[in-house]
């Protein structure tokens, strides 16, 4: 059975974790590393995705900025959402070779890793065709939107546990008029470590994708990801 990285990246800005994708992607497409699962929690930020812009804000851009949100225009698929504090953020750095070579397959296979975790806490959920995405009833609890090149995946999901819904009332969420976003601890009423979160969704990814879960300081990615680019420096010089 071939493995899953699982690396805890902790609180991180967007644009750092973005590069580290980029870099990771290169490796995997290379073969240089495993599939790859970061989980981590950004600080405060709307992004665009390829879909969406300034049309999906609810404020203007000046008072998100004030607010103390960065705004990021990104390369994933889908429109514009919130990243923050209590939301668990999940980039998979997978090789689709080794899962189908299908992106469809591939959305659908981490919404159903989603909704096993939820289950595990007790909360049921679907997904909405159409939508990419997990939700409660009509209020979304999980966003999704991926972004593949050579045949590797970046970006991924983003799963509310306790974030600041206060940040969320500032924009559509995913672009969509009227509708609510969720969380989990806003369901069971109670507080939820985000600990346990991940250590659900690790299993479940593991189990839906058919791999192993192994876990990787973020120390040993780091020094692996730059023992290659030296190696790569000394080849061009």
């Not at 397959?105 to 595990?120: G, P, T």
Request: charged residues 20%.
């Amino acid at each position: 059975m071939s493995e899953l990285w699982c690396v805890d990246l902790g609180q991180i800005g967007y644009s750092p974790c973005l590069s580290i994708q980029y870099k990771l992607a290169k490796l995997r497409a290379e073969g240089l590393i495993e599939d790859t699962l970061l989980l981590l929690e950004h600080e405060p930020v709307i992004t665009f995705g390829r879909s969406g812009g300034e049309e999906s804000l609810l404020v203007p851009i000046e008072k998100i900025k004030e607010a103390g949100i960065e705004i990021f225009y990104t390369d994933r698929g889908g429109d514009a959402t919130y990243h923050g504090p209590g939301q668990l953020v999940g980039y998979p750095i997978f090789s689709l070779g080794q899962h189908g070579k299908d992106v469809h397959l591939f959305l659908r296979n981490i919404e159903r890793s989603v909704m096993d975790c939820l289950s595990d806490f007790g909360i049921s959920s679907q997904a909405v065709p159409g939508y990419t995405g997990v939700w409660v009833g009509d209020e979304k609890i999980c966003s999704i939107g991926i972004a593949v090149r050579r045949w590797v995946s970046y970006h991924g999901f983003a799963l509310n546990v306790n974030p600041n819904f206060d940040h969320w009332a500032l924009l559509h969420p995913c672009g969509l008029v009227g509708r609510r976003v969720t969380s989990i601890e806003r369901l069971l009423g109670k507080p939820i470590s985000m600990q346990s979160v991940k250590d659900v969704i690790v299993s479940r990814f593991a189990q839906v994708f058919g791999i192993k879960p192994v876990q990787i300081d973020k120390k040993t990615l780091f020094d692996r990801i730059a023992a290659e680019e030296h190696e790569y420096e000394q080849w061009a010089s």
